[in-house]
């Protein structure tokens, strides 16, 4: 099993950046593919951003260009790097990671952007 904890939420006015990191633990490789999803309210859990083992990325249209994925597989640590951030990336973000039929999610940190 593996264990997720992000960190770097907060409330910010929009154009500002974020970074988000989820720290793993427990039974994480670097095969394990990792991504970002966020939960706004009344929403549905969607997906934000993902990176392979391999270090390939894909994204939301509605981050591209302003959103971008990396990871530091000696520190089991993905993030997700928010640069002109708008009201409507107002979430619930949360880490996942995933390897065949494991699919391990973190608690969420909240992002608001708000002026």
């Known amino acids: 099993q593996v264990q997720l904890v992000e960190s770097g939420g907060g409330l910010v006015q929009p154009g500002e950046s974020l970074r988000l990191s989820c720290a793993a633990s427990?039974?994480?490789?670097?095969?394990?593919?990792r991504g970002w999803y966020r939960q706004a309210p009344g929403n549905e859990r969607e997906l934000v951003a993902v990176?392979?083992?391999?270090?390939?990325?894909n994204y939301a249209d509605a981050v591209k260009g302003r959103f971008t994925i990396s990871r530091d597989n000696a520190k089991n640590t993905v993030y997700l790097q928010m640069t002109n951030l708008k009201p409507e990336d107002t979430a619930v973000y949360y880490c996942?990671?995933?390897?065949?039929?494991?699919?391990?999610w973190g608690q969420g940190t909240k992002v608001a952007v708000s002026s």
């Open positions: 996942n990671a995933k390897l065949f039929i494991q699919n391990d």
């Open positions: 427990g039974s994480i490789n670097s095969r394990y593919v």
């Open positions: 990176i392979t083992s391999s270090g390939n990325t």
